[in-house]
């Protein structure tokens, strides 16, 4: 499935609460579990649930929650890193990493969670290229963001033999711990030795979405 047919089906749903067309299964599965909503999109636009580096033949899928004018209430998960840990701490070129990979091209669906269930919706989708002109300027600080962040994380382990990596923020984009028990521990092969004792990801930070949302209403 391509990014433009996604959101033919998906324009289908906005603005309309999830009860007027989900099953009473799914719809007490979406209260119960706020990381269901998501994936409850996916199946209801018959993207099929896989663990392919990304969602679309073209591109990514990306949902979370905000209020009923699509103001950001969370930050929004991009990527696991450690798998990728010393391609950042080796500060391999933006454009050819996994980050890059993930974020080129998207599908942005803000899921509107304001006030009781019954009024929950999916909001009008927003699609971000990066190639498009439209999104230089986004393009070029989230390369920047990269570039700091990398950096950073090096700043952070060089600093003595025992360091730890900590949360770092670019402008848009941010990793920090995102793990449950047992915990992971990252190992980089750089370092010789542990850099962290839970796994870390990236995320958009809020500042984003309220970049993109406003890029869109322009």
């Not at 906005?14 to 007490?28: A, H, M, Q, R, T």
């Not at 996916?42 to 899928?61: A, C, K, M, P, Q």
Request: include cysteine; proline fraction near 5%; charged fraction near 25%.
């Amino acid at each position: 499935m391509t990014i433009n047919e996604a959101k033919n089906k998906i324009n289908e749903l906005i603005n309309v609460p999830f009860k007027n067309y989900l099953s009473p299964e799914d719809y007490n599965n979406i209260i119960k579990n706020k990381g269901r909503t998501g994936q409850i999109l996916e199946l209801t636009i018959g993207l099929l649930l896989s663990n392919r580096t990304l969602d679309f033949v073209d591109g990514e899928l990306k949902t979370n929650k905000c209020d009923h004018t699509g103001k950001p209430l969370e930050t929004m998960f991009i990527t696991q890193t450690a798998s990728i840990i010393d391609d950042l701490l080796d500060v391999n070129p933006f454009r050819t990493s996994k980050l890059y990979k993930k974020l080129n091209h998207l599908l942005y669906v803000p899921i509107s969670k304001d006030g009781s269930p019954d009024k929950w919706m999916y909001l009008p989708p927003i699609e971000v290229d990066l190639s498009n002109s439209k999104y230089a300027e986004l393009a070029e600080q989230l390369e920047e963001d990269y570039y700091h962040i990398c950096n950073e994380m090096n700043r952070q382990l060089s600093s003595s033999s025992t360091a730890m990596l900590h949360t770092v923020n670019g402008k848009f984009i941010q990793i920090r711990t995102k793990d449950s028990k047992p915990y992971t521990p990252i190992y980089s092969k750089k370092y010789g030795r542990i850099v962290s004792d839970k796994n870390r990801a990236f995320y958009f930070k809020k500042e984003f979405m309220h970049y993109i949302k406003a890029l869109e209403n322009k």
